[in-house]
């Protein structure tokens, strides 16, 4: 059975960290382009980095970039999203989500229509940056 499940969610303070971990079963991360997106209360889904299944560069949104760093484990079949210096419109649930290899200017892209469909998007981790 095809599963993406996040995890590493929680409420931390302005200036924390968290590392939110997606993990697959059923498949192979190393074969998939795999992005993180996020959704705050109120507002669209907005994609935040994705890493390339062939060494292609990350990519960021420009409201983490500088904060956040993706990394693959293969062989945990597991992305990792380090979150550093935690703002409070960092809150959201954050989801993960395969796709297939598509570079641009050698990054992967962070839209939604470059990814599988629910299949093969996990049901989300909730982050809240709250003092």
């Known amino acids: 059975q095809l599963q993406l499940v996040e995890s590493g969610g929680g409420l931390v303070q302005p200036g924390g960290t968290l590392r939110l971990s997606c993990t697959a079963s059923?498949?192979?991360?190393?074969?998939?382009?795999i992005g993180w997106f996020r959704q705050a209360p109120g507002k669209e889904r907005e994609g935040v980095s994705c890493?390339?299944?062939?060494?292609?560069?990350?990519n960021y949104a420009d409201s983490v970039q500088g904060r956040f760093t993706i990394s693959r484990d293969n062989a945990e079949n597991t992305v990792y999203l380090q979150m550093s210096n935690l703002r409070p419109d960092d809150t959201a649930v954050y989801y993960c989500?395969?796709?297939?290899?598509?570079?641009?200017?050698?990054?992967?892209?962070?839209?939604?229509?470059?990814?599988?469909?629910?299949?093969?998007w996990g049901k989300g981790t909730a982050v809240t940056v709250s003092s």
């Open positions: 989500a395969a796709g297939p290899e598509v570079l641009i200017r050698n990054m992967c892209v962070l839209e939604e229509k470059y990814y599988y469909g629910a299949t093969y």
């Open positions: 059923g498949f192979t991360l190393a074969d998939y382009t």
């Open positions: 890493s390339s299944s062939s060494g292609g560069n990350p």
